[in-house]
């Protein structure tokens, strides 16, 4: 079964530094997208970046890189000089391919919170 | 740029009630979905909407029901409410449903709260 992780529930920062936050995923699909998303305590969802399986290259998107390692499945979040309004929950999501059956939904890993302080 | 539309943002129901929650996804969206955040948790895929049909099913309640309209809106009904109904409601949509590489834009949420 299709399955995003995220084993960091919380992570802090210092505001102006890099930081990393791990999502790995499992899929039998070769076509499939990566995706990750910002959830202030607002409430909202914003979506930040997206890798497809087939990219070589990482996607970046201002200041943030998702670090695709497909050969590891890997799908981590770097988020360069942070700021304070980084802070928030950020998920991890996979949209299935085809071959799994439910090719529209998101699959989204627990979360990570993560703090940026000053 | 135009954004998914949900009202309404906040709402609050008696066990038992019916709720209705809306959705307007971003123009020349042809796909909707619906998902369920429960307190502390990740979202969860309910049902999808392809061209005014029903094109996915994930863990939604017998008591639910969704459709899509002809201008693509779409309506989350939710009958016999009980206090685990309790939820952040999502509405999110793309461009198409078939590609694994659209992007779902999310709305603002509905919160849904149960007494």
């Known amino acids: 079964a299709q399955k995003i992780t995220q084993t960091q529930p919380g992570m802090f920062v210092q505001e102006k530094e890099a930081v990393t936050l791990d999502c790995t995923y499992d899929t039998s699909d070769q076509s499939y997208g990566l995706f990750w998303y910002k959830q202030p305590s607002s409430g909202e969802m914003i979506f930040l970046i997206y890798q497809g399986s087939y990219d070589e290259q990482n996607a970046t998107e201002g200041r943030y890189t998702l670090n695709f390692q497909k050969a590891r499945k890997s799908a981590n979040l770097v988020i360069s000089a942070s700021q304070l309004g980084d802070s928030a929950m950020y998920f991890c999501a996979m949209r299935e391919g085809p071959l799994s059956g439910g090719y529209n939904k998101l699959i989204f890993g627990a979360g990570t919170r993560l703090a940026v302080h000053p | 740029a135009a954004g998914v539309i949900q009202s309404p943002r906040h709402l609050i129901k008696e066990k038992r009630e019916t709720a209705t929650l809306k959705c307007y996804p971003i123009?020349?969206?042809?796909?909707v979905y619906w998902y369920q955040q429960g307190p502390g948790q990740d979202p969860q895929f309910l049902i999808s909407f392809y061209e005014k049909m029903q094109s996915d099913k994930g863990s939604i309640p017998d008591r639910f029901s969704a459709q899509q309209f002809s201008d693509y809106h779409s309506e989350l009904n939710m009958s016999s409410l009980e206090l685990g109904d309790s939820a952040l409601y999502f509405c999110a949509s793309s461009p198409t449903s078939s590609a694994s590489t659209d992007t779902q834009y999310f709305g603002p949420g509905t919160r849904l709260t149960v007494l």
């Open positions: 123009p020349r969206h042809d796909t």
